[in-house]
């Protein structure tokens, strides 16, 4: 049977682990081609709070696609870094043909801090990856998509951050608001091709993003060193649906559903993936 | 994560779905969307006619096409005549339905009908047809299915049909775009008052959809007031320039498969959203 996104391909930035390695591996599930990039390396200012992704990982995700029987090309890039990012993607193009969906994903989460104590430095770096990261995103891969003609989806990673406010996370709660604004502009600039941009904005997500010490104190500051039980029951009264956080294929589900045909009339739209978190 | 379908494939394999509204248009196309990914139906519909309604609704005869399809396809469908302003008719045949095939799991609340008039001009029936049926009748939809769906203890997917209309203000329809307004309200509602069953409620916001409620002279004429007797082609660009993308509108299987998506199991951590597929009207 014919996958949902068969023959086309697909470029996930920050697809060495987490969200990302598992849009490569449930679009490549449904017959999709995977262009591949992620920094693979610590950033200085998120070190603190939990590791990078390595290159091991990023080897990882092509493992998991190629058991799949899809091509994939993966390349380290770094999303702050247009030039670096566009050969990434050029090359990706030259190798399996086309682009068809574009998978913003990358991110940072530092956090912590009132907006008025954030450091310029974590300010910056929340502010180049997560938003200007994405437009990179966007600006190398709209020239391949409006190209070929043949319309596409752009599927940018938003947060319920982005829908709603959130104390100690001024860096990051701005930037993913900032690419619901990058959204809307794409969408509209982009419906004469027939390309669609929509963002899709999860609740926690059970990734090293959130299960790591640092984060889980963040939710628990009484307890000196909180456990991943103890910080869910915490995360649980977040969300309306009787559950602590989303697993990485729930929103790779929304992913699929964006970049299918089954979406070919959705544009400019956030869609939550949340377990009731913003409406609660 | 779909160990809750045994056997069978389809994305909503041995699933019931209950669909108001079903003898045509976006509703018959739901009820062979989710037949074809494996789920049986309980399909309701007036199957007559509204006296403030301008344009032919669905009959016995379209019902009765429907039970066709759906069984062509090899599932079960209990299809009955009922108005979703009559509760107790209503839920007589959901009980009904779910008696014969076992269980509800999802529910698509999707009859509604279409009339204009400005908003001071508006005649009492017209208004209150108007909220009878696009608003309390979604309610009573909605209150119909819930026990059956608390009682399962298996959680479930209620879908409301609202309109791209919520999404910006629109002339000549104030009762339409205030009962679709309402019908956000009330999906906020539920979803937060049956998200501790993992019942999860959700509403579709489409921009036209290119069914019998559009494709009549009555509605072609309110974008082409100049012509006595538009045809689809006359008011094709008048419809196009409400929508980003370059359509004039969608087609009833494009909402079905966003249905689809919010009722199978891929959707299992998303409530309370109200989904545009509205081919960017709401962003226009």
């Given at each position: 049977?014919?996958?949902?996104?068969?023959?086309?391909?697909?470029?996930?930035?920050?697809?060495?682990?987490?969200?990302?390695?598992?849009?490569a591996?449930?679009?490549?599930?449904?017959?999709?081609?995977?262009?591949a990039v992620?920094?693979?390396e610590?950033?200085?200012s998120?070190?603190?709070?939990?590791?990078?992704?390595?290159e091991?990982?990023?080897?990882?995700?092509v493992?998991?696609?190629?058991a799949?029987d899809?091509?994939?090309?993966?390349?380290?890039?770094?999303v702050?870094?247009?030039?670096?990012?566009?050969?990434?993607?050029?090359?990706?193009?030259?190798?399996?043909?086309?682009?068809?969906?574009?998978s913003?994903?990358?991110?940072?989460?530092?956090?912590?801090?009132?907006?008025?104590?954030?450091?310029?430095?974590?300010?910056?770096?929340?502010?180049?990856?997560?938003?200007?990261?994405?437009?990179?995103t966007?600006?190398?891969?709209?020239p391949?998509l409006?190209?070929?003609?043949?319309?596409?989806?752009?599927i940018?990673?938003s947060?319920?951050?982005?829908?709603?406010?959130?104390?100690?996370?001024?860096?990051?709660?701005?930037?993913?608001?900032?690419?619901?604004?990058?959204?809307?502009?794409l969408?509209?600039?982009l419906?004469?091709?027939?390309?669609?941009v929509?963002?899709?904005?999860p609740?926690g997500?059970?990734?090293?993003?959130?299960?790591?010490?640092?984060?889980?104190?963040?939710?628990?500051?009484?307890?000196?060193?909180?456990?991943?039980e103890?910080?869910?029951?915490?995360?649980?009264?977040?969300n309306?649906?009787?559950v602590?956080?989303?697993?990485?294929?729930?929103?790779?589900?929304?992913?699929?559903?964006?970049?299918?045909d089954?979406?070919?009339?959705?544009?400019g739209v956030?869609?939550?993936?949340?377990a009731?978190?913003?409406?609660? | 994560m779909?160990?809750?379908?045994?056997?069978?494939?389809?994305?909503?394999?041995?699933?019931?779905?209950?669909?108001?509204?079903a003898?045509?248009?976006?509703?018959r196309?739901?009820?062979?969307?989710l037949?074809?990914?494996?789920?049986?139906i309980?399909?309701?519909?007036?199957?007559?006619?509204?006296?403030?309604v301008?344009?032919?609704?669905?009959?016995?005869?379209d019902?009765?096409?429907?039970?066709?399809?759906?069984?062509a396809?090899?599932?079960?469908?209990i299809?009955?005549?009922?108005d979703?302003?009559?509760?107790?008719?209503?839920?007589?045949?959901?009980?009904?339905?779910v008696?014969?095939?076992?269980?509800l799991?999802?529910?698509?609340?999707?009859?509604?009908?279409?009339?204009?008039?400005l908003?001071?001009?508006?005649?009492?029936?017209?208004?209150?047809?108007?909220?009878?049926?696009n608003?309390?009748?979604?309610?009573h939809?909605?209150?119909?299915?819930?026990?059956?769906?608390?009682?399962?203890?298996?959680g479930?997917?209620?879908?409301?049909?609202?309109?791209?209309?919520?999404?910006?203000?629109?002339?000549?329809?104030?009762h339409?775009?205030?009962?679709?307004?309402?019908?956000?309200?009330?999906?906020r509602?539920?979803?937060?008052?049956?998200?501790?069953?993992s019942?999860?409620?959700?509403?579709?916001?489409?921009?036209s959809?290119?069914?019998?409620?559009?494709?009549?002279?009555?509605?072609l004429?309110?974008?082409?007031?100049?012509?006595r007797?538009p045809?689809?082609?006359?008011?094709?660009?008048a419809?196009?320039?409400?929508?980003?993308?370059?359509?004039?509108w969608v087609?009833p299987?494009?909402?079905s498969?966003?249905?689809?998506?919010?009722?199978?199991?891929e959707?299992?951590?998303?409530t309370?959203?109200?989904?545009?597929?509205?081919?960017?009207?709401?962003?226009k």
């Amino acid at each position: 049977m014919a996958g949902r996104v068969q023959g086309k391909v697909a470029f996930i930035t920050g697809a060495a682990r987490g969200q990302g390695r598992s849009h490569a591996v449930r679009l490549a599930e449904e017959g999709a081609d995977i262009i591949a990039v992620d920094i693979a390396e610590d950033i200085d200012s998120v070190r603190r709070f939990y590791p990078g992704a390595t290159e091991a990982d990023l080897d990882e995700t092509v493992k998991e696609v190629e058991a799949l029987d899809r091509r994939i090309v993966a390349a380290k890039a770094d999303v702050r870094d247009y030039d670096g990012l566009k050969a990434a993607l050029d090359d990706g193009v030259a190798q399996l043909g086309h682009v068809d969906i574009v998978s913003a994903n990358a991110a940072i989460w530092i956090f912590g801090d009132l907006a008025h104590e954030v450091a310029e430095r974590d300010w910056q770096d929340v502010i180049d990856v997560n938003l200007t990261g994405v437009w990179h995103t966007a600006k190398a891969a709209i020239p391949h998509l409006i190209g070929q003609g043949t319309g596409g989806s752009i599927i940018i990673t938003s947060s319920t951050a982005g829908l709603k406010g959130t104390p100690y996370s001024a860096q990051y709660t701005t930037s993913k608001h900032a690419v619901i604004g990058l959204m809307r502009t794409l969408a509209l600039e982009l419906a004469p091709h027939s390309i669609r941009v929509n963002t899709v904005n999860p609740t926690g997500v059970d990734t090293i993003m959130i299960q790591n010490e640092t984060t889980w104190k963040l939710f628990l500051p009484d307890i000196e060193h909180p456990t991943r039980e103890q910080a869910a029951e915490v995360f649980a009264t977040t969300n309306a649906l009787p559950v602590p956080w989303v697993e990485p294929r729930d929103v790779s589900n929304a992913v699929l559903f964006l970049a299918s045909d089954e979406a070919r009339y959705i544009t400019g739209v956030t869609l939550p993936v949340d377990a009731g978190y913003t409406l609660k | 994560m779909a160990g809750r379908v045994a056997g069978g494939a389809g994305r909503v394999a041995g699933r019931v779905a209950f669909i108001t509204g079903a003898a045509r248009g976006q509703g018959r196309s739901h009820a062979v969307r989710l037949a074809e990914e494996g789920a049986d139906i309980i399909a309701v519909d007036l199957c007559g006619q509204v006296a403030s309604v301008r344009y032919p609704l669905a009959t016995s005869a379209d019902l009765a096409e429907t039970v066709r399809q759906v069984e062509a396809l090899d599932r079960r469908i209990i299809a009955a005549q009922a108005d979703v302003r009559d509760y107790a008719g209503l839920k007589q045949a959901l009980d009904e339905g779910v008696a014969q095939l076992g269980r509800l799991d999802i529910v698509s609340a999707n009859a509604g009908i279409l009339s204009h008039g400005l908003a001071a001009e508006l005649d009492e029936t017209t208004w209150q047809e108007m909220i009878d049926i696009n608003l309390t009748g979604v309610w009573h939809t909605a209150k119909a299915a819930i026990p059956h769906l608390i009682a399962s203890g298996r959680g479930g997917s209620i879908i409301l049909t609202s309109s791209g209309v919520t999404l910006k203000g629109t002339p000549n329809f104030a009762h339409y775009v205030s009962a679709k307004h309402g019908i956000v309200g009330l999906m906020r509602t539920l979803a937060l008052e049956l998200a501790r069953h993992s019942i999860r409620v959700n509403s579709l916001h489409p921009t036209s959809v290119f069914t019998g409620m559009l494709r009549n002279e009555e509605t072609l004429r309110l974008f082409r007031p100049d012509l006595r007797s538009p045809t689809v082609d006359d008011a094709r660009p008048a419809f196009q320039a409400t929508n980003a993308l370059p359509v004039p509108w969608v087609e009833p299987a494009d909402i079905s498969d966003a249905v689809l998506f919010l009722a199978s199991d891929e959707a299992r951590y998303i409530t309370g959203v109200p989904l545009p597929v509205d081919a960017g009207f709401g962003i226009k």
